[in-house]
C-alpha cells in the first residue's frame, strides 16, 4: 500500500474522516459492571476539536458517575506509518493514574480500537477494552466493551451525544 502525506490525509483520506466528529456535544452516558445491569446513567457533556492543524482530535467530556463528578480526555489519531487509528484515553474514574493506549485498523465502522488495562489481581490478568464511534442519525455514539481475559465481550459504557 502506497504511504499518503498527511496533507492529502486531511484532504481527502483519514484525517479528513476524524473530523466528523468535531463539535460541541451534551446528552446521555451509561455505565455497566455486569451484563444487562446499567449502574449509573448521567448527563455528559463534551467537545471535540481538532488539535496540532488537524494532526489529532482532543476530546473533553465531564459526567458524572452516581454523585461523584468525572473528566476525562481522548487524543485521538490515524497514524499513517502503521495505517492504524491510535487513542491515549486518561479520566478521573476509570483509568485512576493509567493511560490507556488503544489502536485499531481502519474498517466498514467509522472508528474502532482496541486497549487492555491490568485488573488488580497478582500477577495481573489484563481486560480488553473496545471502543467504537459512530454516528446514528444525529447523534454521535461512543461504545466501549470490556473483554475478560477468556474473550468475553460485555457492553461497559456508553455514551450518546448530539450536537449543542
Known amino acids: 500500500m502506497e504511504k499518503i502525506s498527511f496533507a492529502i490525509s486531511l484532504e481527502r483520506g483519514k484525517h479528513l474522516d476524524l473530523q466528523k466528529f468535531a463539535g460541541n456535544w451534551k446528552g446521555t452516558s451509561k455505565v455497566w459492571f455486569e451484563p444487562d445491569v446499567l449502574a449509573d446513567e448521567s448527563p455528559v457533556q463534551g467537545s471535540i476539536e481538532p ?28 497514524d499513517l506509518q502503521s495505517n492504524q487509528f491510535q487513542v491515549a484515553w486518561v479520566d478521573s474514574f476509570h483509568m485512576s493514574t493509567a493511560i490507556m493506549m488503544s489502536k485499531g485498523n481502519p474498517n466498514d465502522h467509522d472508528f474502532e480500537v482496541l486497549g487492555s488495562f491490568p485488573d488488580h489481581q497478582q500477577p495481573p490478568q489484563y481486560w480488553g477494552w473496545r471502543t467504537d464511534m459512530h454516528f446514528e442519525g444525529e447523534e454521535l455514539v461512543i461504545v466501549a466493551y470490556m473483554i475478560s481475559p477468556a474473550g468475553q465481550s460485555q457492553l461497559a459504557t456508553e455514551i450518546r451525544y448530539r450536537a449543542c
Open 51 to 78: 488539535i496540532l492543524e488537524g494532526r489529532f482530535l482532543l476530546h473533553r467530556y465531564t459526567t458524572h458517575f452516581k454523585d461523584r463528578a468525572i473528566e476525562g480526555l481522548y487524543i485521538i489519531g490515524f
